[in-house]
Nanobody, 123 residues
Framework: QVQLVESGGGSVQTGDSLRLSCAAS????????IGWFRQAPGKEREFVAT????????AHADSVKGRFTISRDNTKNTVYLQMNSLKPEATAVYYC????????????????WGQGTQVTVSS
């Protein structure tokens, strides 16, 4: 079992940056791949980025490539999502999720989920 806690959300202006954190605890959290997903009001949850347990493999949604970067520090059991050049369409609740070892872009492939952190980008 792995517990996930997101932090770092907030209200910012267009063009600003935020760094989200996903702190993992429980049984050997470093062997889990972590994904970031987001859900805007009235929309389905969508994939943002994912990173393998070792950090050697990553994937980012086309809509965020070049602006968002996922990384991890296994000494701190924490995964980060650096979000630059934020746009209003990034407004959503951001969730991190865990699955064993390898990356995946489908939310159904993840076993554990955090409670989410709100990101609001105003124009």
């Amino acid at each position: 079992q792995v517990q996930l806690v997101e932090s770092g959300g907030g209200s910012v202006q267009t063009g600003d940056s935020l760094r989200l954190s996903c702190a993992a605890s429980g049984r050997t959290p470093s062997v889990y791949a972590i994904g970031w997903f987001r859900q805007a009001p009235g929309k389905e949850r969508e994939f943002v980025a994912t990173i393998s347990w070792s950090g050697s493999d990553t994937a980012h949604a086309d809509s965020v490539k070049g602006r968002f970067t996922i990384s991890r520090d296994n000494t701190k059991n924490t995964v980060y999502l650096q979000m630059n050049s934020l746009k209003p369409e990034a407004t959503a609740v951001y969730y991190c999720a865990a699955r064993p070892y390898t990356i995946a872009v489908l939310n159904g492939r993840y076993n554990y989920w955090g409670q989410g952190t709100q990101v609001t980008v105003s124009s």
